[in-house]
């Protein structure tokens, strides 16, 4: 049986996390070597002649599974039919900048793509927001796209789940694959609640494996600040991690993650009493190419934190519509 050609639109397409994205994606790093996709390269028009200069690369390495290569501005093009979508580009925070300070620039940008999304998407497209803030850009696409249900539009939280992942499983001397049940609550930003309350390591409470002081100190900074410190190391922020995080996000959620709990970035606070009109991280398990939501216990000392964390992502949301 022949299979569809699958449409996956990345944007931000100039950027350092889409070239780490997009030749993984023409590899057949998302749906396999069996099935063929359509890449849609967006970008801003300033950056037309980059977009164009990827492309041809793409084209260059022949890759079996890549039918089509589009290079566009317009968001309504790149949108039209799309299966997947990776909301990548965003304006990026300079130097001296603080998050504040991208927050209504980059709501402009998402309500533009909104209303793209709005008029040409499908009901059953995947999309997910990589482009900090994440979370609270998912909410301005979502606000201005409303004929897409609301469950199909994620922010990545992957990237702190994968961190606090390598780090249990570095602290314990283990595979990061005998590293479970893992959750990531609240923002993609300082604030994130990396909670071990319900981890396991080979099967054993991550509490009992690892030192309960390093938990509760260093791995729990080292998590929420791990992007700055890359950025302080190398001179520039963490793409490549990043668009292997994009790819695992979207992986699971097509092909299911195995009965693994993995971090989504998605409305659904409701089902913890949090705010239902906000996006946050929240435990899930994906099969049948959709997600469900991990009922927990949440302890009260792990439950203050989270809404120190949703508090803020209530205070990004008034920003941007005010």
């Not at 396991?200 to 509760?216: F, T």
């Not at 900074?221 to 791990?226: F, G, L």
Request: aromatic share 6%; glycine share 8%.
């Amino acid at each position: 049986m022949i299979k569809s050609t699958k449409k996956v639109v990345v944007s931000g397409a100039a950027g350092q996390i889409a070239y780490s994205l997009l030749f993984r994606l023409g590899a057949g790093a998302l749906y396999g070597e069996d099935q063929d996709i359509s890449l849609c390269l967006l970008d801003v028009p300033a950056a037309d002649d980059r977009v164009t200069g990827v492309a041809m690369e793409l084209a260059d390495c022949a890759f079996p599974r890549v039918r089509s290569i589009i290079a566009t501005n317009d968001p309504v093009v790149a949108f039209e039919g799309a299966d997947v979508i990776f909301l990548v580009g965003a304006k990026p925070r300079g130097a001296g900048e603080e998050r504040s300070d991208l927050l209504k620039e980059n709501a402009k940008i998402f309500e533009t793509q909104g209303e793209a999304l709005n008029k040409v998407a499908g009901p059953d497209v995947k999309v997910l927001v990589v482009g900090n803030p994440a979370n609270t850009n998912a909410l301005v696409l979502a606000r201005h796209a409303p004929n897409v249900p609301r469950r199909n539009i994620t922010a990545m939280m992957r990237l702190d789940h994968n961190r606090a992942v390598s780090m249990l499983a570095g602290a314990a001397d283990a595979s990061v694959s005998e590293v479970t049940q893992m959750v990531v609550w609240g923002n993609h930003s300082s604030t994130m609640v990396a909670d071990v309350s319900h981890a396991q390591i080979e099967g054993k409470p991550a509490q009992a494996v690892v030192d309960p002081a390093w938990l509760e100190g260093p791995f729990r900074s080292s998590v929420a600040e791990r992007g700055s410190e890359i950025i302080r190391a190398r001179g520039a922020s963490s793409a490549a991690s990043a668009a292997n995080a994009a790819l695992d996000h979207m992986r699971d959620w097509i092909h299911g993650s195995d009965g693994r709990w993995v971090t989504f970035g998605i409305f659904g606070g409701e089902t913890y009493g949090f705010d239902a009109d906000l996006v946050m991280g929240l435990p899930v398990i994906c099969k049948n190419g959709d997600y469900e939501i991990v009922a927990l216990e949440i302890s009260a000392a792990v439950r203050e934190r989270i809404v120190s964390s949703t508090n803020e992502l209530a205070k990004e949301r008034e920003a941007v519509w005010t």
